[in-house]
């Protein structure tokens, strides 16, 4: 999901730079223009990485969002910027600073998929990118279309992972078209007959077949899996989807659509979950700690926070995770409030 604008960095890189904030400051609605948006996501990505002016790998993807995202927080009904703070420190995080709307795993380089030759995967977005950054797309950030997992692999902003949370977000949309009662609730436990009519409960990974009688099962209720070419050569069609690059994804689902609106989807998720409702606009290292585990699932370490030392983590990556997204939490508030 994602999409347009040209980019405005911040003009004093020190005002970028987050100052105490007031625990009880928690009721500042505003509204935010795609511009704006622009200017604070900049700010945030400029402050974290000391970036100036920001790596194209970045700019790309917030020339594509603006517009779509700054409508969605009105559209999802993130009205203050404790929220938005919150939402876009877990989405810094999730797509490497807004480099990367699909998951890595091991597979072809960037340079091999996007090298201009193919009309499938030719995106001049990207190719700028790999140019200004070989060593990150090429060594670093890369990934497969070849393994069976891999197929459910994150996509998006806040990267949709396993074959319920696809069909939890395609419900959605489908319910939504087809103005369904069940528009707002935000899914991910589905079930269907196998071919020795058992019921199975959908997992992380689905097969074809699977993908098939789920459809049947949506058509009962009178709705379709959106878009509908999505159960055939779902992988190839997720990846198109996922390419913040103008103009992709498929006549029923802009990549724009489906960048924006999916992290919106989950992010929603976490609105309705009495774990973590309580605390989207509250601004304390714990709110940070519960939104965390929305996205990133319920553990110990996020939920012994108070002691997890930023300075010394010991490499270990839920402590790392914590501290990022706190970090990016407290600089996405100050330049949201700017």
């Known amino acids: 999901m994602n999409k347009f604008l040209i980019p405005i960095l911040c003009l004093w890189f020190l005002s970028c730079v987050p100052e105490e904030t007031d625990e009880n400051n928690n009721d500042d609605v505003s509204e935010v223009t795609a511009t704006e948006l622009y200017n604070s996501l900049s700010c945030t990505l400029s402050t974290i990485y000391g970036e100036t002016p920001l790596s194209k790998k970045r700019v790309r993807t917030l020339k594509l969002i603006a517009d779509k ?21 877990q989405l810094t995080h999730e797509s490497d600073g ?20 193919s009309e499938t995967w030719n995106c001049p977005q990207y190719l700028d990118a790999v140019n200004e950054d070989d060593n990150y797309f090429n060594e670093r950030y890369v990934y497969s279309r070849n393994s069976y997992k891999s197929k459910f692999r994150g996509r998006g902003l806040i990267q949709l992972t396993g074959c319920f949370n696809y069909l939890g977000f395609y419900y959605h949309l489908s319910a939504k078209e087809n103005n369904h009662p069940d ?44 878009p509908q070419s999505l159960l055939n050569s779902f992988e190839e069609t997720s990846d198109e989807l996922a390419l913040p690059c103008s103009d992709r994804g498929t006549p029923e689902l802009s990549s724009t659509d489906f960048i924006v609106d999916s992290s919106f989807w989950y992010w929603k998720k976490c609105q309705n979950s009495s774990y973590t409702r309580d605390f989207r606009n509250q601004n304390s290292d714990q709110a940070v700690a519960r939104m965390t585990e929305c996205i990133h699932g319920r553990h110990s370490t996020y939920q012994n926070y108070q002691q997890i030392n930023c300075e010394r983590t010991g490499g270990d990556f839920r402590k790392e995770s914590y501290c990022r997204r706190k970090k990016a939490y407290e600089i996405a508030l100050t330049c949201l409030q700017q």
């Open 183 to 226: 528009s707002d609730l935000h899914r991910t436990y589905f079930t269907y007959q196998d071919g020795r009519g058992d019921t199975i409960q959908v997992g992380m990974y689905c097969s074809d077949d699977a993908l098939e009688r789920m459809d049947g099962e949506f058509s009962k209720k009178g709705l379709a899996i959106n």
């Open 98 to 117: 807004f480099s990367a709307t699909v998951e890595r795993v091991l597979g072809p380089t960037w340079r091999e998929l996007f090298r201009g030759e």
């Open 69 to 89: 995202m700054s409508a969605g927080f009105e559209k999802f009904d993130l009205s203050t910027n404790v929220e938005k703070a919150h939402y876009i420190s």
